[in-house]
């Protein structure tokens, strides 16, 4: 399969993308539509999902991502491995995470993953970030009691800002005392994560977990 060449940024706020995702029919997805769910937000060319599903087959995984031509490839390799418990979706997940998860029986979206989301430097791009407030307030909406969610980015300042959003929502608990966890709680890493490792460079990672009582 030819390798798929798309601009490595895109502007969420672009008024191409404010159209939200539609809601998906689950048990058209997935074989298994009542398998916890694994949401995995920015998931770029898919590889980290890939790997997952196939070793994890009682989840269903969803990516979802806003580059059009890459959720085309990861759909067309999914296929190409026959796995039924992953789907790719092009969408921009400020706002279409309503659209798409309020059809979700609830209890099942179980996991999220945000993992080296765009960083988009200059303060006058901040809005452009993937974890806003309202992300944070939108998952806690649909995540099961007990659910995770794992963040992670080789750009601390990026890493911290995720961290200290979840962390004022009264709704999540932080898993670990230490600044940051050493290891990566999942069984699969990132093409990303593993450059960064290969160059000496630190990850910087956290670990919430959705209350199972309201504070």
């Not at 997952?52 to 085309?72: D, H, K, S, T, Y």
């Not at 006058?124 to 944070?136: D, S």
Request: charged share 20%; aromatic share 8%.
């Amino acid at each position: 399969m030819a390798v798929v060449r798309v601009r490595q940024h895109v502007n969420p706020l672009a008024r191409k993308y404010q159209t939200p995702a539609d809601a998906l029919v689950w048990d058209k997805v997935y074989t298994q539509p009542n398998q916890p769910l694994h949401l995995d937000i920015g998931c770029a060319r898919g590889r980290f999902l890939l790997k997952m599903a196939q070793i994890e087959a009682n989840w269903n995984f969803l990516g979802l991502e806003i580059r059009e031509p890459l959720v085309v490839e990861a759909n067309q390799l999914s296929s190409k491995l026959g796995l039924t418990n992953l789907h790719y979706l092009f969408g921009n997940v400020n706002n279409s995470l309503q659209s798409l998860l309020s059809s979700l029986l609830p209890g099942t979206l179980q996991r999220v993953t945000i993992q080296f989301p765009d960083p988009w430097f200059k303060a006058r791009h901040a809005k452009r970030r993937i974890v806003q407030p309202q992300l944070v307030t939108e998952l806690a909406d649909y995540l099961a009691p007990g659910g995770i969610v794992f963040l992670q980015s080789d750009i601390e300042f990026v890493a911290t800002e995720m961290r200290d959003r979840f962390a004022e929502n009264p709704l999540y608990e932080r898993v670990g005392t230490q600044l940051w966890l050493t290891q990566n709680p999942l069984p699969v890493p990132t093409e990303r994560e593993i450059a960064t490792h290969n160059k000496g460079e630190p990850v910087y990672r956290a670990v919430f977990v959705k209350k199972t009582t309201a504070p």
